[in-house]
C-alpha cells in the first residue's frame, strides 16, 4: 500500500519570499504524484501531477515540484509567494490506474504574510 | 455553474438522525467518490463508484451508505448519525481510461452532529 507523509502542517511565510512545501512517500510499485491546493472555503483543485518522464513539474500559479526517485519525495515550490497562495495544500499518491487508491496526505496549511 | 454540486453546504443535526448528502456532477465522468475531511488528517476515502451498477467501500465506510442513482448523481447516507461524523465531506468525480486520475471536487458539506 502507498502512503505519503507532509513533513510540515503549517509553514508561515512573508509575501514574495519562497516557499518549499515538503512530501514524502512510501510504495513498493511505481506511482503517481500529485499536489491539490485547497483555499477557504473551497473544494481541492488539481495544482500539478507527475506520472512519468520529466521529473521537473511545473503547474498553474507558478508552482513547480521535483520527483526523486531515491528520495521517495516530491517537494512543492514557489520562487515568491503572494498573498493569494495562502491555501492548504496536499500531496497525494496512488498507482498507474488506481484511482481509487489515492492516499492524500495530512495537509500542509500555507500562510503568506503581507 | 460549478461542474460538482453538493448539496446542502452545511447541515447541523442530531445524534441519531438519518440524513443524506447529495453530489451531482456534469462532467459526465464515470467515477464518482465521497471522501471526508477531518483537521489534521487530510482526506480519506469512505466510497467510491465507477460506474451506476459498481458501488465500493473505501478506507472508513462503516457508518456510511450509497446510492449512485444515474451517472451523474452519487449520494451519501448516515443512517443513524452519531458526533464523531462531524467533519467536511467532499464528492468527487474523475474520468475512466485517462491514466492520470485527476479528481475534480465539489466545494464540500460541513457536517454537525450534536
Known amino acids: 500500500a502507498q502512503s505519503v507523509t507532509q513533513l510540515d502542517s503549517q509553514v508561515p511565510v512573508f509575501e514574495e519570499a519562497p516557499v518549499e512545501l515538503r512530501c514524502n512517500y512510501s510504495?513498493?510499485?511505481?506511482?503517481?504524484l500529485f499536489w491539490y491546493v485547497q483555499y477557504p472555503n473551497q473544494g481541492l483543485q488539481l495544482l500539478l501531477k507527475?506520472?512519468?518522464?520529466?521529473?521537473l513539474v511545473k503547474g498553474i500559479n507558478g508552482f513547480e515540484a521535483e520527483f526523486n526517485k531515491s528520495q521517495t519525495s516530491f517537494h512543492l515550490r514557489k520562487p515568491s509567494v503572494h498573498i493569494s497562495d495562502t491555501a492548504e495544500y496536499f500531496c497525494?499518491?496512488?498507482?498507474?490506474?488506481?484511482?481509487?487508491?489515492?492516499?492524500f496526505g495530512k495537509g500542509t496549511k500555507l500562510t503568506v504574510n503581507p | 455553474d460549478a461542474d460538482v454540486t453538493q448539496t446542502p453546504r452545511n447541515r447541523i443535526t442530531k445524534t441519531g438522525k438519518r440524513i443524506m448528502l447529495e453530489c451531482s456532477q456534469t462532467?459526465?465522468?464515470?467515477?464518482m467518490y465521497w471522501y471526508r475531511q477531518d483537521p489534521g488528517l487530510g482526506l480519506r476515502l469512505i466510497y467510491y463508484?465507477?460506474?451506476?451498477?459498481?458501488?465500493n467501500k473505501g478506507e472508513i465506510s462503516d457508518g456510511y451508505s450509497v446510492s449512485r442513482q444515474a451517472q451523474a448523481k452519487f449520494s451519501l447516507s448516515l443512517e443513524s448519525a452519531i458526533p464523531n461524523q462531524t467533519a467536511l465531506y467532499f464528492c468527487?468525480?474523475?474520468?475512466?481510461?485517462?491514466?492520470?486520475?485527476?479528481?475534480?471536487f465539489g466545494s464540500g458539506t460541513q457536517l454537525s452532529v450534536l
Open positions: 468527487a468525480t474523475s474520468e475512466a481510461g485517462t491514466g492520470d486520475e485527476k479528481l475534480f
Open positions: 510504495s513498493s510499485v511505481s506511482v503517481y
Open positions: 507527475y506520472l512519468s518522464g520529466s521529473t
Open positions: 497525494a499518491v496512488t498507482t498507474p490506474r488506481g484511482s481509487e487508491k489515492l492516499v
Open positions: 462532467k459526465g465522468h464515470d467515477r
Open positions: 463508484s465507477f460506474d451506476v451498477k459498481d458501488i
